[in-house]
């Protein structure tokens, strides 16, 4: 039998010192992070502080060391994270604190993810993700109720979308609405098909005029509150660049235009109708 010797504690040197520190993070499937740092020595009480980038609202969890020489913050679902996107940093002296640059993120749990009833409908998520600058930030989304986007089949001046509820319930009254971004009072209303939580409508590309469409869901009906239909159980923090769908052609009595569905830089489910001439 192969005996393994026990490894030493990592060594900090001058270089490692010159580093900014380092987490990685790991998500429960509640909404809840956890974020390991690797850092140099440090002296006095240290702190993970999550900064928007929206206003002046700051969350400070305190680091505790693992016994690997590492460091510990716990962010759990409990505690509420508005939307939006928070810069993470590391106090871990008395001085400034540091940019956090991302290492290495288990998010295996939020793949497939399917909130259970003790949430009560407010669904929680929390991405880590690698800015474009290198460092780690988390996008953080907070709804209820929420309409969660499914398969998208496009089809020929079509649009067919499939999506589930969570906290709502689906009326005889629900249907889907259609909204111009750049008239939000111009709005085209498409029936839905409900089968308890889940639902199907198509969208009829050819009732559109050129500009951004974006997707809502009305479960009560006109009376009730309006749902953004967007995708955010999963582990994908940005997807705009990465879902991509096809285009078609329409002919309109302005000329040729092309119409397609795309997620926002919120993963919030519009579409576009655009020019071609």
Same mark, same amino acid.
């Given at each position: 039998?192969? +005996?393994?010797?026990?490894q030493?504690?990592?060594?900090h040197?001058?270089?490692?010192?010159?580093?900014?520190?380092?987490?990685?993070?790991?998500?429960?499937s509640?909404?809840?992070l956890?974020?390991?740092?690797t850092?140099?020595? $440090?002296?006095?009480?240290?702190?993970l502080?999550?900064r928007?980038r929206?206003?002046d609202?700051?969350?400070?969890?305190?680091?505790?060391?693992?016994?690997?020489?590492?460091?510990?913050?716990?962010?759990?679902?409990?505690?509420?994270?508005?939307?939006?996107?928070?810069?993470?940093?590391?106090?871990?002296t008395?001085?400034?604190?540091?940019?956090?640059?991302?290492?290495?993120?288990?998010?295996?749990?939020?793949v497939? $993810? !399917?909130?259970?009833?003790?949430t009560?409908?407010?669904?929680?998520?929390?991405?880590?993700?690698?800015?474009?600058?290198?460092?780690?930030? !988390?996008?953080?989304?907070?709804?209820?109720?929420?309409?969660?986007? %499914?398969?998208?089949?496009v *089809?020929?001046?079509?649009?067919?979308?499939? %999506?589930?509820?969570?906290g709502?319930?689906?009326?005889?009254?629900?249907?889907?609405?259609?909204?111009?971004?750049?008239?939000?009072?111009?709005?085209?209303?498409?029936?839905?098909?409900a089968? $308890? +939580?889940?639902?199907?409508? +198509?969208?009829?590309?050819?009732?559109?005029?050129?500009?951004?469409?974006?997707?809502?869901?009305?479960?009560?009906?006109?009376? %009730?509150? $309006?749902?953004?239909?967007?995708?955010?159980?999963?582990?994908?923090?940005?997807k705009?660049?990465?879902?991509?769908?096809?285009?078609v052609t329409? *002919?309109?009595?302005?000329?040729?235009?092309?119409? %397609?569905?795309?997620?926002?830089?919120?993963?919030?489910?519009? !579409?576009?109708?655009?020019? !071609?001439?």
């Amino acid at each position: 039998m192969m +005996t393994l010797a026990p490894q030493p504690a990592p060594q900090h040197t001058a270089e490692d010192a010159a580093m900014p520190p380092r987490a990685d993070c790991i998500a429960d499937s509640a909404g809840g992070l956890t974020f390991d740092l690797t850092a140099s020595a $440090r002296t006095g009480a240290a702190y993970l502080l999550l900064r928007s980038r929206s206003g002046d609202e700051e969350v400070s969890l305190p680091l505790t060391p693992t016994g690997d020489g590492r460091l510990r913050a716990v962010l759990p679902s409990s505690i509420e994270l508005p939307e939006g996107r928070w810069d993470a940093y590391a106090r871990l002296t008395d001085g400034e604190p540091q940019r956090l640059v991302p290492g290495i993120n288990d998010l295996r749990a939020l793949v497939d $993810r !399917v909130p259970d009833d003790e949430t009560g409908g407010r669904i929680a998520v929390r991405i880590p993700y690698a800015t474009k600058h290198g460092n780690l930030t !988390v996008r953080s989304w907070l709804r209820a109720p929420h309409a969660e986007a %499914g398969e998208l089949y496009v *089809k020929e001046g079509e649009l067919s979308v499939r %999506g589930r509820l969570y906290g709502a319930t689906l009326t005889p009254d629900a249907y889907a609405e259609v909204r111009a971004r750049h008239a939000p009072e111009t709005t085209l209303r498409a029936d839905i098909t409900a089968d $308890r +939580t889940e639902f199907r409508f +198509t969208v009829d590309y050819g009732a559109l005029t050129e500009g951004v469409w974006d997707l809502w869901l009305r479960p009560a009906g006109e009376n %009730g509150p $309006r749902v953004r239909i967007a995708r955010l159980l999963d582990d994908v923090a940005d997807k705009k660049p990465i879902f991509t769908y096809p285009k078609v052609t329409l *002919k309109t009595e302005q000329g040729d235009a092309m119409a %397609g569905p795309y997620y926002t830089a919120d993963n919030d489910l519009s !579409v576009t109708v655009t020019s !071609v001439s």
